[in-house]
């Protein structure tokens, strides 16, 4: 069994801050790359930003120089660093990762069940 647990969402005003954690638990072997998704009311869920197990990030477009990513391997758990926000990046806030479970063999992705972030203007 593999959970993922968001943590840290909330209402914020616009222009401030707020840091989102997730954590992985279970029979996990390894992680891979993990990732922070967002789905806004009406829109498909997109990417926000990954980190693999060795630090390299990647991030969409919109958000580079707002959002920062990074992952502590030691506790399976990624941060998700959002200053300056706006309006429109309301939206549930998903985690992501992609990790072999049990004795390492078997690959899989898995979500966690998502944090709200509203940010009001």
């Known amino acids: 069994q593999v959970q993922l647990v968001e943590s840290g969402g909330g209402l914020v005003q616009a222009g401030g801050s707020l840091r989102l954690s997730c954590a992985a638990s279970?029979?996990?072997?390894?992680?891979?790359?993990m990732g922070w998704y967002r789905q806004a009311p009406g829109k498909q869920r997109g990417l926000v930003a990954t980190i693999t197990s060795g630090g390299s990030t990647n991030y969409a477009d919109s958000l580079k120089g707002r959002f920062s990513i990074s992952r502590d391997n030691a506790r399976m758990m990624i941060y998700l660093q959002m200053n300056s926000l706006r309006p429109e990046d309301t939206a549930v806030y998903y985690c992501?990762?992609?990790?072999?479970?049990?004795?390492?063999?078997?690959?899989?992705?898995?979500w966690g069940q998502g944090t709200q972030v509203t940010v009001s203007s």
């Open positions: 992501n990762a992609d990790l072999f479970v049990a004795g390492g063999a078997l690959r899989r992705n898995y």
């Open positions: 279970g029979s996990i072997s390894s992680i891979n790359t």
